[in-house]
């Protein structure tokens, strides 16, 4: 990274907070139609582009059925050849860079399209079934004949037990190397859990010897949290959290916060491209969408939205059929919240990092209210949210005296107005709040 390239990164988000907009590309296609979309995530806030694989398909044309690493869908990057693809890549990079985003592409390297010429070139580096054929990958789904599917596309990669192991990872540098290339400074690493955690090591160490800034991602959803402490030490810097499921009450998001608490940072999301959308999973109730934004963006080191978030769209993207024309008119808008949310996180470092979450006693039932720590200690601060669709009122001096703190800081609020010093608070339906108390 050279100098104007750190400042100009430093200057827009100097603590390195992840703020994660997730490009979906199917449903804009031409790279030349991308910029757009940067700059207003880059307005509301947001410091990372996240872009789906853009690889060149197998025949079934799903995004993650990767038929040719060195080589990019022409519907993304319509050049004749692969340097001169490589180089338009690369200048989107760097009018990202201008704006104040870096980019973040998908790391797929657990499976690719059952077409891909490796299963024919390098048939050792698959896993294989008794008969010798190749294994498809697959995963347990209850609506499934006997509860399990096979993805019938895709050729799984035999990463840690490959005969010719040595130059599989070796060749999987070289597309992490040609990322770098380009100018791409991140990874989401795609089911990292399932990557043996030397070769994260190796990669990882070397796009961090060749540049430093480098920051690794583990999709890490569903594997026990003693996988996920093992991708951090391998040296991912985030993984992902599941707090987008949470339902307020439970005890078992508390409890993985707990567990990786100071162990590793994590990214909370309210939907993902692997999810229902928020708006159709809630029939567009604004309300309910802003409070699990502003949870998300608080409750731990960093957050994700999908495009189209702020604008209420409700068609889950799919990976083989989403094209430009399912991109939706706005519903509503929420560039303006959510960028007031952005900036309150980056404002205070209790709401940016993963630290001590506990409940604490809100005086009403129908209320939430979590105390967080940092884990120098040094902050404090708490998060409030009417669990309800009724408006609510709680009583913020006997909060703030049950917290043995000091008068609080109010310091944001979704659908309230907090009030100067402590008092009566009161709730809209689904509202939620968020202040310091030192």
Known sequence: MDKLEKAVSEAKNPSGIPFIYNLFPSLLDDVEKWKPHVERAVEMGFNWI????????????????????????????????????????????????????????????????????????????????????????????????????????????????????????????????????????????????????????????????????????????????????????????????????????????????????????????????DTRRLAEEWNRDIDRVKQHYLFSALISSGVLILIGFEYGFVKKPDVVQTHSHDYEGAQYDLTDFIRGVNALKLAHRVFAEDNRVERVDAGDDGVLALRKTTLDGKEAGVLVFNRTGERREMNLADLVRRLNAPAYRGTAAANVKLPDKAERLALNRYGAAAFRIY
Request: some cysteine.
């Open 50 to 273: 996240f872009i789906n694989p853009i690889h060149l398909t197998g025949a079934s044309g799903s995004l993650y059925a990767i038929r040719d690493y060195f080589r990019f869908s022409p519907v993304f990057l319509p050049f004749d050849t692969f340097e001169a693809q490589k180089a338009r890549l690369a200048r989107f990079v760097s009018e990202c860079r201008e704006m104040g985003a870096e980019i973040m592409v998908d790391l797929v390297i657990n499976h690719t399209a059952y077409d891909n010429p490796l299963t024919q070139q390098r048939r050792n580096w698959y896993k294989q079934n008794g008969d010798g054929s190749i294994k498809s990958p697959g995963t347990a789904d209850d609506q499934a004949p006997g509860g399990y599917v096979t993805w019938g596309d895709l050729s799984e990669i035999d990463n840690e037990h490959s005969a010719d192991r040595g130059n599989l990872w070796e060749y999987w540098w070289s597309v992490v190397d040609m990322f770098l290339s380009c100018g791409i400074r991140g990874f989401r690493c795609d089911a990292a859990y399932q990557i043996p955690t030397d070769l994260w090591r190796m990669l990882i160490s070397r796009a961090k010897n060749k540049h430093p800034e480098c920051r690794f991602f583990a999709e890490s959803l569903g594997c026990p949290t003693e996988q996920t402490l093992g991708l951090a030490k391998a040296g991912h810097d985030f993984v992902f959290n599941s707090g987008k499921w949470w339902d307020y009450r439970q005890d078992w998001f508390l409890d993985q916060l707990r567990m990786g608490q100071g162990a590793f940072s994590s990214i909370c999301f309210p939907e993902s491209h």
